[in-house]
């Protein structure tokens, strides 16, 4: 029943969203809703797990303050001044627009994590410039939909941390080794990403911009340098976590204690926090003065929450349905006893994981499908560090999977075309490849740390 439940759910959120034109937010109540009905006399119980469970997940809070850091990055010039320095870098190559954005949205994922903040926020800067250089407009908004995903495969993302939390994971991996492995997999997808940019170059004789619109490096750097301190809201809590901080806590306080210090650290939490902060502090020129400014600087963030936030409480609502009539179980269940090669049973995850994270956002696909979908990857033998990332790089591609990807609408709509030009070039150049990639990762065909 749980499968069924699961097509169902799917269907009524595309139905909604793409045929009915709806609002992604609203096709996702609906499809919650529709989702409980599964339960059949449990309906409101199941109504109010839903609810209770997405209101109870850290990473709801942290996806949407991301939301608003990503707002505040923007809105303070820290991330113009990084793509300034970009600009200066790689702007002077052909079709070096295509090339900034697709570096800057690697960087701007590694702070926000939230491919819609990164497609909004680095499509607004870098469609006009490349338009002015001779990308199609279709094109611009391709790769800015194509990006979207650094922003979910560049650990430590909200999706990778769910991941690797979860029941039927964390026991299995060793921490350290599975970020580094990460690490070097989502260095592949970013530069994957650049040769489709070298592609649309060459097939669209995209030129080079106006030399008077480039800043001189030199002016760049000093102009924006400081806003590469942002950076630290990442690396603090890593350190503490992750890297020389346990050490430091246990010599420090005892081991036991030190242990109790680095376990309350949580990293979903003071990320955003950090990031928030950080960015108040080298953006505070730029801040609002007044009373009015400020309720002016607010009300322009509040409305990006109406769907977004929609978006975020429902899909991990609708997780945890699923998860209670025991789809993670049953499509366990379902895949391994077709006895397929390890190759074809990878294959059939890899498309699973892609086709549910089309309508939920990455962090709920994390949430629904990762813990069966690792169980099914190591026990035909897959390492686990290359079962997390064979799981990631396929939920990286949500945002970019049409008909329903959030991205795919706010490159459109920034580039001001029809999001449907952009579906052909997406699927053969960002969800094929990358489903060939996750293939290949899980195989060891991919060099990696593993």
């Known amino acids: 029943m749980a499968i069924w439940a699961l097509v169902v759910y799917l269907a009524v959120i595309v139905v909604g969203a793409v045929v009915l034109k709806r609002g992604i937010g609203e096709s996702m109540v609906v499809a919650f809703v529709v989702l409980c009905v599964f339960g059949g006399k449990q309906f409101l119980s199941f109504l109010w797990l839903g609810i209770e469970s997405a209101l109870d997940q850290p990473v709801v809070f942290a996806a949407l303050a991301f939301v608003f850091v990503g707002y505040l990055l923007g809105e303070t010039g820290i991330i113009s001044h990084q793509v300034n320095i970009l600009n200066s870098l790689l702007g002077r190559f052909k079709g070096g627009p295509g090339y900034v954005a697709t570096v800057a949205s690697a960087g701007f994922g590694a702070l926000t994590h939230s491919a819609a903040a990164n497609a909004a926020t680095i499509g607004s800067v870098t469609v006009p410039w490349m338009q002015k250089s001779n990308f199609k407009s279709s094109t611009a908004a391709t790769v800015i939909a ?236 897959v390492d686990p560090a290359l079962a997390v990332a064979t799981i990631m790089v396929s939920i990286s591609t949500a945002d970019a999977s049409p008909p329903g990807g959030p991205a795919i609408f706010i490159g459109s709509g920034i580039a001001q075309v029809d999001p449907g030009t952009t579906f052909k070039p997406l699927i053969l150049y960002y969800v094929l490849p990358f489903i060939i990639f996750a293939v290949a990762i899980a195989m060891g065909v991919v060099p990696t740390p593993a």
């Open 146 to 381: 194509g990006n979207s995903g650094n922003g979910t495969v560049i650990p430590p993302s909200a999706a990778y941390l769910i991941v690797v939390g979860l029941a039927t994971v964390q026991p299995n991996i060793d921490s350290g080794n599975t970020l580094l492995v990460m690490f070097v997999v989502a260095g592949y997808t970013v530069l994957w990403r650049l040769l489709c940019v070298y592609f649309f170059v060459r097939q669209g004789k995209a030129g080079k911009p106006d030399p008077a619109s480039l800043m001189p490096m030199r002016q760049s750097w000093s102009q924006g340098w400081f806003t590469l301190l942002v950076y630290l809201g990442i690396l603090i809590p890593l350190l503490l976590t992750m890297g020389p901080g346990p050490a430091l806590f246990n010599s420090l306080f005892g081991e036991e204690t030190g242990k109790a210090l680095v376990k309350g650290i949580d990293i979903l939490i003071w990320m955003p926090v950090l990031l928030g902060l950080i960015g108040l502090l080298v953006g505070r020129k730029q801040l609002p003065k007044s009373g009015k400014e400020w309720f002016g600087f607010v009300s322009k963030v509040a409305p990006r929450y109406k769907d977004i936030g929609a978006t975020l409480v429902f899909s991990f609502a609708g997780s945890a349905v699923l998860l209670e009539l025991g789809l993670d179980q049953q499509l366990q269940t379902a895949i391994t006893s077709l006895h397929l090669p390890a190759i074809l049973t990878t294959l059939i995850v890899v498309v699973v994981i892609v086709l549910v994270g089309g309508p939920l956002s990455a962090t709920a696909t994390a949430a629904t499908i990762a813990g069966a979908a690792f169980a099914v990857l190591t026990a035909i033998g």
